[in-house]
């Protein structure tokens, strides 16, 4: 079982794995080889991985109040960025 974030930010368990991961803290989320949040697990070992979530998809990571990585989703954050409202719109 894998455990995802939900749109109204509660956990749950889900047969399926997440197709994004985000950063809790920071709620920003992002692909799971985003070169940033690699590079901060391997530099922080035990840390970061308490601060990591996984959403089933972008709908709900917006949802639950995250925004695009502005690195590894760099055309998505620039979107977002412009116009927050207008870039939510397209997930209703």
Do not use: H, W
Request: charged share 30%; net charge positive; hydrophobic share 25%.
């Amino acid at each position: 079982m894998y455990k995802l974030l939900g749109a109204d930010g509660v956990p749950y368990l889900s047969e399926t794995p997440g197709t994004l991961g985000g950063n809790k803290r920071l709620k920003i989320y992002g692909r799971l080889d985003c070169p940033t949040a690699l590079s901060t697990i391997r530099r922080f070992p035990g840390s970061y991985e308490k601060s990591r979530v996984f959403f089933a998809d972008e709908r709900t990571a917006l949802a639950a109040g995250y925004r695009p990585c502005g690195n590894c989703l760099r055309e998505k954050y620039r979107e977002y960025r412009e116009d927050p409202e207008k870039y939510l719109k397209q997930f209703d």
